[in-house]
């Protein structure tokens, strides 16, 4: 009883951590970034510039449009270094620190694991959001396709075979996976993107309906 208690009790933590934690660490982020910004950048340029004569609220509109640029072009040049080699050799090491952490190193790879399956390219963990009849005839769940290529499965069963990922709310990076024929597969209009609000709202974000 203490067991599961326990059990549930860590299982639940980590996933309230999981919903707050790109919450505030975007805060964090973005805060540090605007005091940056504003001490390094907007300041100094303002202080060369012949804005002294300008109205106060004028000025303090102009220095929060300025900040908010600046702000966004720094996160765009991070965007831009992450493409280089070094820089992700460099991420490669500190995410290798982070993982050593315990506790902190499951968060963290969930939060990774969500990031590249919400942001990814070709390489992101879901592809496609799709329902299928689940945990029994009648009843349905949404679901992430995360492999379409054949192997085992397909030559055991002897048709098409389609992975699909059931995650489990509020946490989208958790959940169980099962191996759906492809004609028992029920397709959507509903794009990762919203798949992944749903999971995390637990059902309530529903994607609007799209009218063909």
Do not use: C
Request: no cysteine.
């Amino acid at each position: 009883m203490k067991e599961d208690f326990l059990k549930h009790f860590r299982t639940h933590f980590i996933s309230g951590l999981l919903v707050l934690a790109p919450l505030f660490l975007t805060v964090i982020v973005i805060g540090y970034l605007v005091r940056i910004a504003d001490a390094f950048v907007v300041n100094p340029v303002f202080r060369l510039l012949p804005v002294s004569d300008v109205d106060s609220s004028l000025k303090t509109v102009l220095t929060k449009i300025a900040i908010g640029i600046v702000v966004v072009g720094l996160v765009t040049l991070i965007g831009l270094w992450a493409e280089k080699i070094l820089f992700k050799q460099f991420m490669a090491a500190g995410e290798g620190m982070i993982k050593a952490i315990p506790v902190f190193n499951k968060v963290y790879g969930s939060i990774r694991e969500i990031a590249q399956a919400f942001f990814g390219d070709k390489k992101g963990v879901f592809k496609r959001v799709v329902y299928v009849e689940y945990p029994r005839k009648g009843a349905y769940a949404l679901g992430f396709i995360t492999q379409d290529k054949p192997w085992d499965i397909h030559q055991r069963i002897g048709k098409p075979i389609l992975t699909v990922f059931i995650p489990s709310p509020p946490n989208p990076a958790t959940g169980l996976f099962i191996f759906v024929p492809v004609e028992d597969i029920i397709e959507t209009d509903v794009t990762v993107e919203e798949g992944i609000k749903l999971v995390i709202s637990g059902g309530a974000a529903v994607p609007p309906l799209k009218i063909k």
